[in-house]
Antibody, heavy 121, light 107 residues
Framework: EVQLVESGGGVVRPGGSLRLSCAAS????????MSWVRQAPGKGLEWVSG????????GYADSVKGRFTISRDNAKNSLYLQMNSLRAEDTALYHC??????????????WGQGTLVTVSS | DIQMTQSPSTLSASVGDRVTITCRAS??????LAWYQQKPGKAPKFLIY???SLESGVPSRFSGSGSGTEFTLAISSLQPDDFATYYC?????????FGQGTKVEIK
């Protein structure tokens, strides 16, 4: 059974940093690209970042480019999101998500339940 | 960035109705288009990939079509479990982008 379990969320002041983690299990982690997707309270889905299954190449939403860094450790079956210079508008539930195609590009077929990030003074 | 625009934003329908949701891209995404269903308090559910391929386990009343810049999600006969918010997403070009969502409500 595929499982994605996020951790690392919390309350942080504007300008602060957080590192989110996602522990993956139930599949061969280095066969799949991964993404972070967030959802602010009462709002729609926003794709944040994605990373290739093994070459480390990544993409970012314009709203987070230069502030957030996605990474993965295939030996630990883990995905990360380093978030710096946090702003109030980064407040959201952050989901770890698996691309739906083995060694290919696709939409997201599995989602974690999310970790809540609140940026507030 | 590629903008994804869904219409309508809200749709009121009855059980048994056929409903369609449109998703337009600001530039071609080929067939790199996915559809999701989300219910309150839950993670999204993957419905369709590659514009028209049904994800395993998704009921056949759901179908997707389109290519390039215009796409459609259709539900052939709306069931009580289908009242939810639906999102399209392009994965052709970074940054990937979602539509703003379409809420399907009970009429």
């Amino acid at each position: 059974e595929v499982q994605l379990v996020e951790s690392g969320g919390g309350v942080v002041r504007p300008g602060g940093s957080l590192r989110l983690s996602c522990a993956a299990s139930g599949f061969t982690f280095d066969d799949y690209g991964m993404s972070w997707v967030r959802q602010a309270p009462g709002k729609g889905l926003e794709w944040v970042s994605g990373i290739h299954w093994n070459d480390g190449s990544a993409g970012y939403a314009d709203s987070v480019k230069g502030r957030f860094t996605i990474s993965r450790d295939n030996a630990k079956n883990s995905l990360y999101l380093q978030m710096n210079s946090l702003r109030a508008e980064d407040t959201a539930l952050y989901h770890c998500a698996r691309w739906g195609a083995k060694r290919g590009w696709s939409g997201v077929d599995y989602w974690g339940q999310g970790t809540l990030v609140t940026v507030s003074s | 960035d590629i903008q994804m625009t869904q219409s309508p934003s809200t749709l009121s329908a009855s059980v048994g109705d056929r409903v369609t949701i449109t998703c337009r891209a600001s530039q071609s995404v080929s067939v790199s288009l996915a559809w999701y269903q989300q219910k309150p308090g839950k993670a999204p559910k993957f419905l369709i990939y590659k514009a028209s391929s049904l994800e395993s386990g998704v009921p056949s009343r759901f179908s997707g079509s389109g290519s390039g810049t215009e796409f459609t999600l259709a539900i052939s006969s709306l069931q009580p479990d289908d009242f939810a918010t639906y999102y399209c997403q392009q994965y052709n070009t970074y940054p990937w982008t979602f539509g703003q969502g379409t809420k399907v409500e009970i009429k």
